[in-house]
């Protein structure tokens, strides 16, 4: 890989990393429920006269369908800035970061880190356990840490519709809300 770090004759142990678009776990559901109001449902399912007609045209017949996704974070991967020879000898690409003390996890979740506990933020991993390479020193940080990961993802994607009969039974008019993102959450973990 011309992209890839200097390794002065290292084994490929010392780089070894997971594949950076990991995702541990993954969930996936799709689903739609029948609201239980109008004619033929369970409630409100014999509504008489004129009003119980415009009742049932109102809240009768409608379905709720929705697609709700889950999955655990990337791994993160540290580097380092050009520095010392290889940045002057124009690498043009950034070096792997040199490990200062492996209690690098600092345990909170990426909305903590985002906002904080109080409207004050803690920072998602410990800086100051990663340093620069200096002169020909090479990192000893993998491309990809496997135990460290970004934020998980939540996602609930929802619609609520409803299918109206026109002039015949083959020929239906359906309106439809969606919404991307419901509850808006930016992270799962």
């Not at 020909?136 to 609520?160: C, F, H, K």
Request: proline fraction near 6%; charge should be neutral.
């Amino acid at each position: 890989d011309s992209n890839g770090y200097p390794q002065a004759g290292l084994g490929l142990s010392d780089i070894y990393a997971v594949a950076p678009n990991d995702r541990t776990n993954r969930f996936l559901a799709n689903y739609s429920y029948d609201l239980p109001f109008g004619r033929g449902r369970r409630l409100l399912n014999t509504p008489k006269g004129m009003g119980g007609d415009v009742l049932d045209r109102i809240v009768g017949g409608w379905t709720i369908a929705g697609t709700t996704t889950y999955w655990t974070g990337e791994p993160l991967g540290i580097s380092g800035v050009n520095a010392g020879f290889w940045g002057s000898i124009q690498q043009g690409r950034g070096m792997r970061a040199v490990f200062n003390d492996m209690n690098y996890n600092n345990h909170v979740s990426g909305h903590t880190a985002i906002y904080g506990p109080n409207g004050g933020t803690k920072p998602y991993l410990n800086p100051s356990s990663f340093r620069n390479p200096v002169e020909q020193e090479l990192g000893t940080v993998p491309a990809l840490i496997s135990n460290l990961r970004g934020p998980g993802y939540s996602n609930w994607d929802m619609a609520a519709l409803k299918n109206i009969g026109l002039w015949s039974d083959s020929s239906k008019l359906q309106i439809r809300a969606e919404a991307s993102n419901v509850f808006n959450h930016m992270d799962s973990a």
